[in-house]
């Protein structure tokens, strides 16, 4: 049994609400409290959304998302809001949603196959990054594992018009981690602890890219070390548990400092 299912055991139940949805909550909630906690907020922007399972949705694209307003420290999972792919209210929650954040991630939802998660993040390192005429470049041990697996999307301002929607998932294609150039690091995946290994990854790359940057020149790593390197990366991998057990470890430190993410 996983710490998620310990915890979506024994949080308290909502009679009316199907298991597999209040289980997907409490996932996403634990996500809302570890990125708090590695100090990926952004005040109260940005976000981290779920598809509702298909045993709840009947197949409709349907997700959860941060109510907007409240800090990632308040996130819970029955505070979660839950909208469909017109961006609709289907929880009957009082809580808004951002624009910004259902244009970009229902695009993608919508989109991309595969994208049951989605995370979009404005760190220092990843935004300093994106900023970069070349984006990450291939010199540190996190970019190798990244090899031929990232997109990149131009910027075209604040991500509040439905039309962009297209045109970043045609950038992004089948590639599961993405900089949004002048803007910051996006990732999707199977999974929420496959996505969150992802970006993960990716933001780490990065804050190696701007130490080793502000030191002086790079020392390049080679295309074959590269392509091997991302070959051998197992983490991202279902078949080598994509993740679950670094979001498993991360989620008993949330349920040492606050186990409220569960309410």
């Known amino acids: 049994m996983t710490t998620l299912d310990i ?13 597999d949805e209040r289980q997907a ?9 570890i990125f ?18 298909d045993s709840v949705s009947g197949g409709e694209r349907q997700f959860l998302i ?8 308040e996130v819970t999972a029955s505070n979660l809001v839950k909208i469909d ?32 998660c989605v995370m979009h993040t404005h760190t220092t390192a990843g935004v300093a990054v994106a900023c970069l005429e070349e984006g990450l ?60 290994a992802i970006l993960w990854t990716l933001n780490r790359a990065c804050e190696i890219q701007m130490a080793t ?9 080679p295309q074959e070390v590269a392509i091997r390197c991302s070959r051998d990366a197992l983490q991202f991998d279902p078949r080598h548990g994509a993740g679950q057990d670094v979001f498993d470890a991360l989620v008993r430190r949330v349920e040492r400092i606050d186990a409220s993410y569960k309410d």
């Open 137 to 196: 470049q291939q010199t540190n041990f996190y970019s190798a594992q990244l090899h031929e697996r990232i997109a990149y999307h131009d910027f075209e301002g604040i991500t509040v018009h439905a039309e962009e929607g297209p045109r970043l998932v045609e950038h992004i294609g089948d590639r599961q981690a993405v900089i949004l150039r002048n803007h910051g690091l996006l990732a999707w995946g199977a999974t929420l602890p496959q996505t969150f």
């Open 25 to 33: 909550r409490v996932q996403l909630a634990a996500c809302y409290r």
């Open 85 to 116: 792919a017109q961006g609709r209210v289907l929880d009957g929650s009082q809580y808004p949603v951002n624009p910004a954040g259902f244009v970009v991630h229902a695009a993608i939802h919508q989109g991309v196959p595969g994208a049951h």
């Open 66 to 73: 941060n109510p907007f307003g409240l800090h990632y420290s």
């Open 36 to 53: 708090d906690m590695l100090g990926w907020t952004e005040m109260i922007y940005n976000h981290i959304t779920l598809r509702v399972p």
């Open 213 to 221: 940057f502000s030191m002086g020149r790079a020392r390049p790593v």
């Open 7 to 19: 915890a979506a055991a024994s949080a308290p139940k909502n009679a009316a609400m199907h298991p």
